[in-house]
C-alpha cells in the first residue's frame, strides 16, 4: 500500500493543477464574455477542473480520516461531518459535469442567455 504522505502530497499536486486551470480557463470565459457582451456558461474543461479540485479535496480528507492517530478518538463527529460534506460537494461537482457533458452531446443548441435548449428541429422551423 503506499503510503498516506505519498496520497497526499499527491492529491495537493492534483488540487493545485486544478486550481490553476481553474483560474485560466475561468479568466478566459470572462474574457470571452466581455468581448461578446453576453454572459458565457462554463464549459466542460472548467467544469472537469473544478470536478479535479473537489475530488484532491475528499481524497485528503479521505486520508486524513483513516490515519488517525487513536483508533476511536473522543470527538469523532466532526472528522466525520467534514468527510461528508467534502464527499457531497465532489458529488455536486460531478452531477453538474455530467449534465454539462449530456447538454453537449445534443443535437441542438444551448440558450446562454435563458437557459433553454432548442432543438434542433425546431431551430430549423424558426429559420424556414
Not at 505519498?6 to 464574455?33: D, E, M, N, P, Y
Not at 475528499?58 to 467534514?82: R, Y
Not at 464527499?87 to 452531446?105: A, F, M
Not at 435548449?117 to 429559420?127: D, F, G, N, P, T
Request: hydrophobic share 50%; net charge positive; aromatic share 4%.
Amino acid at each position: 500500500m503506499l503510503r498516506p504522505s505519498l496520497i497526499i502530497v499527491s492529491a495537493l499536486l492534483i488540487c493545485f493543477a486544478s486550481g490553476a486551470a481553474i483560474v485560466i480557463l475561468g479568466s478566459r470565459r470572462k474574457a470571452l464574455a466581455r468581448d461578446r457582451g453576453t454572459k458565457q456558461i462554463e464549459g466542460i474543461a472548467e467544469l472537469a477542473s473544478q470536478a479535479a479540485f473537489s475530488c484532491g479535496l475528499s481524497l485528503i480528507g479521505a486520508i486524513n480520516f483513516s490515519v488517525l492517530a487513536t483508533p476511536f478518538p473522543p470527538s469523532l463527529a466532526f472528522p466525520v461531518a467534514c468527510a461528508l460534506i467534502l464527499v457531497l460537494v465532489l458529488g455536486i461537482q460531478l452531477g453538474r459535469l455530467l449534465l454539462r457533458y449530456q447538454l453537449s452531446r445534443l443535437s441542438g443548441e444551448l440558450n446562454t442567455v435563458t437557459g433553454q435548449v432548442v432543438a434542433e428541429s425546431s431551430r430549423e422551423k424558426r429559420l424556414a
